[in-house]
């Protein structure tokens, strides 16, 4: 039981940091309907960025914590949505409208690019990121085993939590989300009525950015080691948690990140460690096949 | 944008409404750049000992990259201003050949051919440029097997690389355990590889555009996280050493003959060289890619190469014409798969060792570009992307680590000037009424 519980805990926080990247897929897809495959790497850019933020405020001689993490979190997400925004501009505008394949490519292209883009620049090795946050909360204990809640999954958790009501806010509220909701449902039609389309588009692509810079930061913090391919299977990952939940469907990305998260910290706790990636495949066929449109989709209508 | 819509203003104040806004433009550009650049390349980390990371910092790289943004925005610019107006592609080979439906006229391919097949016999030709001819028509076989699969069939296939690691891997397995040589192990890894691909692609099959694209794209990551984690028949991460090498009917190439045999050289009454190896193989592989692309073009014209090319183009109306989709979809599936491991089967002997490594999802990536950018459908396009692909890198030896680099750049700018690749084709082989329709 309790090793069941600390299992849960983990999986949660590795589910809010999946949440958090599927977003940035599910909203491209509902808007251009391409899958991002640069994703992946803009979360690594975005660890990467962190990992140099954090450096930089230790030279600077920043040192009360709440204060760096702050720091870091608004540097991280503003340079991480720069470096969206480019991907969309280079790579994929140019090829809106032309044939399906096409921008796909492009973003395979992009993916190869970026990763070795930061190998070169920064080195192959692993960058190590000494622990910030530690100490934590004993939740539960039963015969000898304890179950921990850090203070760093509470901080992941709550921090995930924060930004989701803030973004679902900010979609339904705000001009901004009401032009992109309407750019989902019919992009020629919001652009007839005055809605700029290209801007909308790059605004998606800086939020699912800005988005999953935080989960770069947090994936630092969490396992305290990072690496120029870490983008490709967490991309993957968080593809299949978008899938999970629904693609287009915003809660249904943070469910399915959630969902994606439990299912591989239980199949490595009860499973075996080596397999725990295919678990994750075997997830996404599966879904695919017996409920293509995921759990919070709305069903896709083939037009003739 | 704001340059393209000030350029288009008329004549009297024209130099001054070019250059400012292109000014303005290439200033954005160049910030941009440097706003990029500023962490990742300007502050670079390194190892201090003891698991720490120190910062250096590399300003003029990212004052560099500005300047080589703002330069390169100016030039684009006048060179789209100096190209503008005028018919895009003509006279080039490129869409000449397009033209034609993607297909050479015969002078070009025998001329192809010839060449191809005298490269080893050249007086210039090397070991190192038989080497990588081997290479390139490893790619290029791939790349119409695959081309079967997506240019044909129009199913996005991003998990091709596990056929040719099933391929690959059957025929180590063969040898290993069984004693079987390359010739006897060929039809088997063939066989098995196309198993997996109906293995593949029933469950598959409801899927559509991209969602299939993932799909088979953790097929290839489920195959090899396998290879790599069932070390007792696989032998893991260490591979499988020690393939046996193709002979010539029976005859092997080797210095001194095994016990009772013949070698090659003896048998000829030629001198021993070590290149005889490499040009037979060079020979095999040419075949086996001629093989290919002959089954392709012949079943472009068979029943099931139409229903495939039909299937492409719309399933609705296939399914309303009486055309099973899902025996349509698993043949292209299997016959793609069967290629593959074909040419796994070969890699195999040809490296006479393999690992899961050289299976990664890069190696996908590769195969599907090269089919992308050489055009979707067209043969001859695969096997100009296949050249441009693998040997640039090559030729890009001296500054080997930006290799993956430009590959990377290279697939996004060629997608961006052609979208639909080098030989854009994807006119069906057959239409109904008499005229094709202009495109």
Same mark, same amino acid.
């Given at each position: 039981?309790?090793?069941? !519980? ?5 999986? $949660? ?41 954090? $450096? ?45 394949? %096409? ?14 883009? /930061?190998?070169?620049?920064?080195? %192959? ?11 934590? !909360? ?18 992941? +958790? ?23 909701? %309407? ?22 692509? /800086? ?34 948690? %978008?899938? !999970? ?13 959630? $969902? ?23 997830? !996404? +066929? ?19 | ?40 390349? &300007? ?59 993607? =297909? ?155 016990? &009772? ?27 086996? *890619? ?28 296939? =399914? ?29 002997? =040809? ?33 100009? *992307? ?16 930006? =290799? ?36």
């Amino acid at each position: 039981m309790a090793y069941f !519980l600390q299992q849960l805990i983990n999986g $949660l926080t590795l589910g809010s940091i999946y949440g958090l990247i599927a977003i940035g897929y599910t909203m491209v897809y509902g808007i251009i309907g391409m899958i991002n495959f640069a994703h992946g790497e803009i979360y690594m850019i975005g660890a990467f960025i962190s990992i140099i933020a954090f $450096l930089v405020l230790g030279l600077v001689g920043v040192t009360y914590i709440p204060l760096a993490l702050a720091t870091v979190l608004a540097t991280t997400m503003l340079f991480t949505s720069i470096y969206g925004w480019a991907v969309e501009r280079i790579a994929y505008r140019p090829l809106r409208g032309s044939f399906r394949l %096409a921008p796909l490519i492009s973003a395979i292209g992009m993916s190869i690019f970026l990763q070795n883009y /930061v190998q070169i620049f920064q080195g %192959a090795r692993v960058k190590p990121m000494p622990p910030l946050i530690q100490g934590g !909360l004993t939740v539960f204990e039963s015969g000898g085993f304890t179950v921990r809640l850090s203070y760093l999954q509470l901080f992941i +958790v709550l921090l995930t939590l924060g930004l989701m009501i803030g973004f679902t806010t900010l979609i339904a509220t705000t001009p901004l989300g009401r032009a992109q909701r %309407a750019c989902e449902q019919d992009m020629r039609m919001a652009a007839l009525l005055g809605v700029d389309v290209d801007r909308v588009i790059s605004l998606t692509f /800086v939020m699912g950015a800005a988005l999953a810079a935080v989960a770069g930061l947090m994936v630092t913090l969490y396992y305290g080691v990072i690496d120029f391919f870490i983008g490709f299977l967490a991309g993957v990952k968080a593809f299949t948690a %978008a899938v !999970l939940g629904g693609i287009g469907s915003l809660p249904g990305a943070m469910l399915g990140g959630i $969902l994606i998260g439990l299912i591989e910290a239980f199949w490595s706790a009860y499973f075996s460690v080596e397999y725990k990636d295919v678990s994750v495949f075997v997830v !996404l +066929v599966l879904v695919l096949i017996f409920c293509p449109t995921g759990l919070l989709g709305r069903p896709e209508v083939e037009k003739v | 944008m704001t340059a393209a819509s000030g350029l288009a203003v008329d004549n009297t104040s024209k130099s001054r409404d070019f250059w400012a806004p292109l000014l303005k433009d290439a200033v954005l550009a160049a910030l941009v750049a440097v706003l990029l650049a500023l962490p990742l390349v &300007g502050l670079q980390t390194y190892d201090i000992g003891g698991g720490a990371l120190g910062i250096r910092t590399h300003f003029d790289w990212v004052a560099i990259a500005g300047a080589a943004v703002f330069g390169g925005r100016i030039a684009l610019r006048m060179l789209q201003q100096l190209y503008r107006g005028r018919p895009r592609g003509r006279g080039r080979i490129l869409p000449v050949l397009a033209a034609r439906g993607g =297909r050479p006229a015969m002078p070009i391919t025998l001329a192809g051919l010839v060449c191809a097949a005298a490269l080893p016999f050249l007086p210039f030709s090397s070991r190192y440029l038989i080497d990588l001819g081997t290479t390139v028509l490893i790619y290029v076989m791939l790349g119409w097997g695959l081309n079967v699969v997506v240019g044909l069939a129009g199913l996005l296939d991003l998990g091709y690389v596990a056929f040719y690691a099933v391929g690959a891997y059957t025929f180590a397995l063969l040898a290993r355990d069984l004693g079987f040589g390359f010739w006897e192990a060929l039809p088997f890894s063939g066989l098995v590889a196309a198993s997996f691909g109906i293995i593949l692609g029933f469950p598959v099959l409801r899927l559509r555009g991209d969602y299939l694209a993932i799909v088979t794209l953790g097929f290839g990551e489920i195959i090899r996280v396998v290879l790599l984690n069932w070390a007792s028949v696989t032998g893991g991460p260490n591979g499988i050493s020690d393939i046996p090498r193709p002979s010539f009917f029976g005859l092997p190439f080797a210095r001194s003959a095994p016990e &009772g045999g013949t070698t090659f050289h003896q048998f000829f009454g030629v001198e021993f060289s070590p290149e005889h190896r490499v040009v037979f193989l060079y020979l095999v592989i040419l075949a086996m *890619a001629l093989l290919t692309n002959a089954f392709t073009l012949r079943i472009r014209k068979l029943p099931i190469g139409r229903a495939w090319e039909a299937l492409r183009e719309d399933e609705v109306a296939c =399914r309303a014409l009486g055309i099973n989709p899902t025996t349509i979809k698993l043949s292209a599936f299997a016959i793609g798969a069967m290629f593959g491991g074909l040419a796994g089967s070969f890699f195999a002997t =040809r490296q006479g060792f393999i690992s899961p490594e050289s299976f990664t999802f890069i190696e996908s990536a590769t195969i599907l570009a090269i089919v992308v950018l050489g055009g979707m459908g067209s043969q001859l396009g695969v096997v100009l *992307a296949a050249i441009l692909l693998v040997s640039l890198p090559e030729f890009g030896r001296a500054f080997a680590e930006f =290799r993956m680099l430009i590959f990377g750049a290279a697939m996004v700018g060629v997608m961006v000037w052609r979208p639909r690749g080098l030989i854009a084709h994807r006119e069906p082989t057959v239409r109904l009424g008499l005229q094709p329709a202009a495109r």
